[in-house]
């Protein structure tokens, strides 16, 4: 290919010097190879050059709807009912379109491919085409509403769709990539978020990204395949031309938005929000519910312990068997840490209910939080393993009966009358997992609602008895009465 790399630009400037005529007719691979101007050398590379260069097709993605919703999200990542998001202001997606098999599967290979057994995503190599665009290239996610276009599909009436836009390698700006103009491969797209620049491991049919959590980073993943049947192998120039809109009988160069790979992602970690409040009904008798003699009652830290943080995301795997794609495994140096809850607010419109919308990586728990009567309180969120990941092999945590159990710790305050300050620690609390019926435990791309009811101190109340003195009067006839005669 290196050798055909340098040899492109001079055989595609002798063919810009052939004849009208005969640039029309070798349009094609086949019509190139027929040429008999050209020498064999001169026919393979002329191919290969114009097999390798872009098509008029453009590579776009989008995730499309039929809603009307103008809802806005944040990180972490929320969707819309519809599945549309958008990615925050210098966050993106990491992005892999990768070669799936020669489209070719009977008689002579066109020349310049490989056979599907010996495409290699590992190749650095752009002109081998077994990958499109950049490897890890670099997109944001952005709403696009009706009458707005994603390439050459023109949205309709109440038509939304979340776009997947490249961006150069500045990301400064977008770009646009094209299908290569020869059908030698289908493709299929795989991405993942957040995009990291580091801990990138390729090997031929497997793609992987190593992660460090901390408890703010919202993994997601998907892949874009086409649906339909005959075209299940992949994506390409000629099934985008395919699929194109006729009109008596020609084609008018459009999509219909359902035609452009579809990035099916969804969430691969856990997310737990933390409430607190108390049921206890000396809450209001001890004053806490009326600030009553400055009485407080507080929560002043909570965090989770000993979760593992090191894990590797399968971004694309080929492989018949043990598939890992879409998968978080742990790595071998697991890394154990605690991990505190970070900032969620509460809706304005009702103070009860949590607003994804507004969160930071700030600590939920920097000032204490009232602990309330009844109505729970929010004190944050935060996003770990599911059940499932701490259930994997590799995943030991020192001196804990039950590993896939989450633990949290977390410290009370309290003030008395006299505004004397007292804590209390609540050490090795678990998360009890929720049960039902083919589910176990903490479930990837779900919410869980871990509430917190702390009893109230109790304080240390006395009473007192004194028992009668037992009397008797002086004329009794009692043992009491002790008569003494002296002489």
Same mark, same amino acid.
């Given at each position: 290919?290196?050798?055909?790399?340098?040899?492109?630009?001079?055989?595609?400037?002798?063919?810009?010097?052939?004849?009208?005529?005969?640039?029309?007719?070798?349009?094609?691979?086949?019509?190139?190879?027929?040429?008999?101007?050209?020498?064999?050398?001169?026919?393979?590379?002329?191919?290969?050059?114009?097999?390798?260069?872009?098509?008029?097709?453009?590579?776009?993605?989008?995730?499309?709807?039929?809603?009307?919703?103008?809802?806005?999200?944040?990180?972490?990542?929320?969707?819309?009912?519809?599945?549309?998001?958008?990615?925050?202001?210098?966050?993106?997606?990491?992005?892999?379109?990768?070669?799936?098999?020669?489209?070719?599967?009977?008689?002579?290979?066109?020349?310049?491919?490989?056979?599907?057994?010996?495409?290699?995503?590992?190749?650095?190599?752009?002109?081998?085409?077994?990958?499109?665009?950049?490897?890890?290239?670099?997109?944001?996610? *952005?709403?696009?509403?009706?009458?707005?276009?994603?390439?050459?599909?023109?949205?309709?009436?109440?038509?939304?769709?979340?776009? *997947?836009?490249? /961006?150069?390698?500045?990301?400064?700006?977008?770009?646009?990539?094209?299908?290569?103009?020869?059908?030698?491969?289908?493709?299929?797209?795989?991405?993942?978020?957040?995009?990291?620049?580091?801990?990138?491991?390729?090997?031929?049919?497997?793609?992987?990204?190593?992660? +460090?959590?901390?408890?703010?980073?919202?993994?997601?993943?998907?892949?874009?395949?086409?649906?339909?049947?005959?075209?299940?192998?992949?994506?390409?120039?000629?099934?985008?031309?395919?699929?194109?809109?006729?009109?008596?009988?020609?084609?008018?160069?459009?999509? *219909?938005?359902?035609?452009?790979?579809?990035?099916?992602?969804?969430?691969?970690?856990?997310?737990?929000?933390?409430?607190?409040?108390?049921?206890?009904?000396?809450?209001?008798?001890?004053?806490?519910?009326?600030?009553?003699?400055?009485?407080?009652?507080?929560?002043?830290?909570?965090?989770?312990?000993?979760?593992?943080?090191?894990?590797?995301?399968?971004?694309?795997?080929?492989?018949?068997?043990?598939?890992?794609?879409?998968?978080?495994?742990?790595?071998?140096?697991?890394?154990?840490?605690?991990?505190?809850?970070?900032? /969620?607010?509460?809706?304005?419109?009702?103070?009860?209910?949590?607003?994804?919308?507004?969160?930071?990586?700030?600590?939920?728990?920097?000032?204490?939080?009232?602990?309330?009567?009844?109505?729970?309180?929010?004190?944050?969120?935060?996003?770990?393993?599911?059940?499932? /990941?701490?259930?994997?092999?590799?995943?030991?945590?020192?001196?804990?009966?039950?590993?896939?159990?989450?633990?949290?710790?977390?410290?009370?305050?309290?003030?008395?009358?006299?505004?004397?300050?007292?804590?209390?620690?609540?050490?090795?609390?678990?998360?009890?997992?929720?049960?039902?019926?083919?589910?176990?435990?903490?479930?990837?791309?779900?919410?869980?609602?871990?509430?917190?009811?702390?009893?109230?101190?109790?304080?240390?109340? /006395?009473?007192?008895?004194?028992?009668?003195? +037992?009397?008797?009067?002086?004329?009794?006839?009692?043992?009491?009465?002790?008569?003494?005669?002296?002489?």
């Amino acid at each position: 290919m290196n050798e055909i790399t340098d040899r492109m630009k001079k055989y595609l400037f002798f063919l810009s010097a052939v004849s009208m005529a005969m640039f029309t007719a070798c349009s094609s691979g086949d019509d190139l190879a027929a040429a008999p101007e050209l020498t064999q050398a001169e026919k393979d590379a002329a191919i290969i050059a114009e097999a390798i260069s872009p098509s008029d097709v453009q590579i776009r993605l989008g995730m499309g709807s039929q809603s009307s919703s103008n809802e806005v999200t944040r990180a972490p990542l929320e969707s819309e009912s519809d599945g549309l998001f958008t990615t925050p202001t210098g966050q993106y997606l990491g992005i892999f379109c990768l070669a799936q098999q020669n489209q070719t599967t009977t008689g002579a290979l066109p020349v310049g491919s490989v056979a599907t057994n010996a495409i290699d995503w590992s190749s650095t190599d752009a002109d081998t085409k077994f990958f499109l665009m950049a490897q890890n290239q670099a997109a944001k996610v *952005v709403k696009v509403g009706p009458g707005g276009t994603l390439g050459n599909v023109t949205l309709g009436n109440n038509v939304y769709a979340s776009e *997947v836009q490249f /961006m150069n390698g500045a990301l400064d700006d977008t770009q646009i990539y094209y299908y290569p103009y020869g059908n030698w491969y289908n493709y299929y797209f795989y991405g993942y978020y957040p995009r990291q620049t580091t801990g990138i491991n390729y090997a031929s049919g497997k793609i992987t990204v190593d992660f +460090a959590i901390n408890g703010t980073q919202d993994i997601i993943h998907g892949t874009a395949k086409p649906a339909a049947d005959y075209l299940a192998t992949g994506f390409n120039a000629k099934y985008l031309r395919t699929l194109q809109k006729l009109e008596d009988g020609i084609h008018d160069g459009k999509n *219909v938005l359902a035609d452009l790979p579809n990035l099916a992602m969804d969430h691969k970690l856990t997310q737990v929000r933390f409430w607190v409040k108390t049921t206890s009904s000396n809450y209001t008798t001890y004053g806490y519910g009326t600030g009553q003699n400055d009485k407080k009652f507080k929560i002043t830290s909570l965090k989770l312990t000993q979760v593992p943080t090191n894990w590797t995301l399968t971004v694309a795997d080929k492989s018949a068997t043990n598939n890992t794609e879409g998968q978080l495994l742990p790595q071998s140096t697991l890394g154990l840490a605690n991990i505190t809850p970070k900032v /969620m607010a509460l809706l304005a419109s009702d103070n009860k209910t949590a607003d994804p919308d507004h969160t930071s990586d700030d600590e939920a728990l920097v000032d204490p939080i009232d602990i309330p009567l009844t109505n729970a309180q929010l004190v944050g969120y935060a996003m770990i393993p599911t059940t499932e /990941m701490m259930a994997l092999d590799g995943v030991t945590i020192p001196e804990r009966t039950d590993k896939t159990v989450p633990y949290f710790d977390f410290t009370i305050s309290y003030t008395d009358a006299n505004n004397n300050a007292s804590t209390f620690e609540f050490k090795n609390q678990k998360i009890e997992l929720p049960t039902q019926a083919n589910v176990t435990g903490l479930q990837a791309n779900h919410v869980y609602n871990v509430i917190i009811d702390v009893p109230v101190p109790e304080e240390i109340d /006395m009473t007192a008895t004194l028992e009668q003195w +037992a009397t008797v009067t002086v004329t009794e006839t009692s043992p009491q009465n002790i008569n003494i005669s002296v002489d």
